[in-house]
C-alpha cells in the first residue's frame, strides 16, 4: 500500500503551502510525494485538479481522497497548508514506523500531535506501539485536520458524511473536525474505534532522538514541579498567569513532525507565538522565509 502526503489549500494560501512544502523537503529525508489541492490552476505535476467550489474544503478534499485511490494510494499524511515542520523530521518513523502501525491496528487515523503534550481521552497501548493513544469516540478532536496519517478510504468515507447544511461554514476544515467529533454524525463502525494519537517523545529520530527524549522529560519534569508550586503557594490565577506566560514554548508539539500549534496563520495574520518560538530558538532563516511567504498573502488580500 503506497503513502502520499496531501494538502488542501487554496488560491490566496499557495504561497504558504509552497513554503509549508519547501520545508518538508529540507526536514523530511526521502518524504512521499506532495500532492496538492484545492488551487484553480496547477502549478505542478503533483497538483490536483480543482473540481469543487474553492470555499468546499470538505469537497476539494473528498475530490484528492478519491483521486489518490485511483492511482493506489492507501496512506495519505493529510497537513494543512501552514503547518510546515520547523525541525529536522524522523523519516524512518514517518516512512515505515507509523504507516506499519497503521496497518497493524487498522486505524483510520493517527494524529501526530502527541497526547503527551496535550492529555486527551483513551488507552495508552504499550512500548511495542510506542505508547500511542486510542482515542475514546467521545474524544471530541479525534478526527483531526492537524499533521496526520489517515487510511484514505476511510478519509473518503468520512467525508462523504459531511452534507451541507444551513451552517454556510458547514463544509469549511473546522466544520471537518467539529462535526465529525460532535456526535452529530453517525461514524461506521469500521472506522469508530480506529483514532490514534501518537507519543511524540517515543517517536523522536536522527539528531533529536539522541538526546532529545531525556532533554524533554527533564524539561517537563520541570514544569510540572514548577506547576505544583505555584498551584499550592500561590493559587490557582497565578498558575493561569504562568501557563499563559509558558505557552510560546508548550504549543511546540515535537515528534517525527515537530510542528507549532495552529500553524503560520492566526486570525488572518502571522502567528506571533510562532514567531516568538522561533526568534528563541535561533530559526532565523526559517522565519525570514515564513514572514516572506505571509507578506505575499497579505499584499494581495
Avoid at 496538492?36 to 469537497?59: E, Q
Avoid at 489517515?150 to 458547514?170: H, I, K, M, Y
Wanted: one cysteine or more; proline letters at 5%.
Amino acid at each position: 500500500m503506497k503513502t502520499c502526503i496531501l494538502m488542501p489549500t487554496y488560491d490566496r494560501y499557495r504561497p504558504l503551502a509552497l513554503f509549508t512544502a519547501e520545508m518538508i523537503g529540507r526536514f523530511w529525508a526521502s518524504h512521499p510525494p506532495v500532492f496538492m489541492c484545492g488551487c484553480s490552476t496547477r502549478a505542478g505535476g503533483n497538483d490536483l485538479p480543482l473540481c469543487n467550489d474553492p470555499k468546499d474544503w470538505v469537497g476539494i478534499l473528498r475530490a484528492a481522497a478519491e483521486s489518490l485511490l485511483g492511482e493506489g494510494y492507501g496512506r495519505t499524511y493529510l497537513i494543512i497548508d501552514d503547518c510546515p515542520p520547523v525541525d529536522e523530521c524522523s523519516w524512518e518513523h514517518l516512512n515505515i514506523t507509523l504507516p506499519g502501525l497503521m496497518d497493524r491496528l487498522n486505524a483510520c487515523n493517527i494524529s501526530l500531535t502527541g497526547w503527551d503534550q496535550r492529555g486527551g481521552k483513551g488507552e495508552i497501548l504499550g512500548k511495542e506501539f510506542f505508547r500511542m493513544q486510542r482515542c475514546r469516540q467521545d474524544f471530541p478532536w479525534r478526527f483531526s485536520a492537524g499533521p496526520s496519517l489517515w487510511n484514505l478510504e476511510a478519509l473518503r468515507d468520512l467525508l462523504d458524511l459531511l452534507v451541507p447544511s444551513e451552517d454556510p461554514l458547514s463544509r469549511s476544515a473546522w466544520a471537518f473536525e467539529r462535526r465529525l467529533g460532535d456526535g452529530s454524525v453517525v461514524i461506521p463502525e469500521k472506522w469508530t474505534k480506529g483514532s490514534y494519537r501518537i507519543c511524540g517523545l517515543e517517536l523522536l529520530g536522527g539528531q533529536r532522538g539522541r538526546f532529545g527524549k531525556a532533554r524533554s522529560l527533564v524539561r517537563r519534569r520541570i514544569k510540572d514541579f514548577t506547576r505544583l508550586g505555584i498551584r499550592v503557594l500561590a493559587g490557582e490565577r497565578m498558575l493561569a498567569k504562568y501557563d499563559r506566560a509558558g505557552f510560546v514554548e508548550s504549543a511546540f508539539y515535537d515528534g517525527p513532525y515537530p510542528a507549532y500549534w495552529a500553524g503560520i496563520m492566526t486570525a488572518g495574520t502571522q502567528n506571533q507565538n510562532m514567531t516568538q518560538f522561533l526568534e528563541r530558538h535561533g530559526k532565523y532563516e526559517f522565519l525570514k522565509k515564513m514572514t516572506e511567504a505571509v507578506g505575499r498573502i497579505l499584499q494581495v488580500s
